[in-house]
């Protein structure tokens, strides 16, 4: 007992640096690009529309009013995760905001940030 118990340990003390030393993805390497970003709609309903190229997970759409987060809509159907085209929608007040597309693969995050301005009557980016 005492034997196998030695050999595992050696065995497990040889392989722990190759472990450690596997490579990890990161951002370098994300292959996900936001193509197109675009808004439509008036306050009554926002739409939100991106086009992704390369592999994605979800996309997060974040809508803030200074540093104060107003809206968070999220689209992972199969349009978004295996065409690239994801829509998702919400109610704002008319006003200015900042708004945040945010593809999401993995560990890999690609955002793109634009200025939203809602009237009554369209909404659109700046």
């Known amino acids: 007992m005492k034997r196998m118990l030695s050999i595992f340990m050696l065995l497990t003390l040889l392989f722990l640096p190759v472990v450690s ?4 993805a990161s951002a370098a390497t994300c292959s996900t690009t936001i193509t197109s970003f ?8 926002v739409g939100f529309h991106a086009v992704v190229n390369g592999p994605v997970d979800k996309v997060t759409f ?13 689209a992972y159907c199969p349009h978004c995760r295996l065409d690239g085209i994801c829509n998702r ?3 704002l007040k008319p006003g200015t905001y900042k708004v945040t597309a945010t593809a999401i693969t993995g ?5 793109i940030t634009k200025t939203l301005v809602v009237t009554t009557t369209r909404a659109y980016l700046k």
């Not at 030393?21 to 990890?24: D, F, L, Q």
């Not at 974040?62 to 999220?74: F, H, I, P």
């Not at 560990?107 to 955002?111: A, L, M, Q």
């Open 21 to 24: 030393a596997m490579p990890v």
């Open 107 to 111: 560990t890999c995050k690609t955002s």
């Open 62 to 74: 974040n809508v803030y009013s200074g540093t104060t987060k107003v809206l968070t809509t999220s």
């Open 89 to 91: 929608s919400g109610v």
């Open 38 to 45: 675009t808004v439509s709609g008036n306050a009554n309903r």
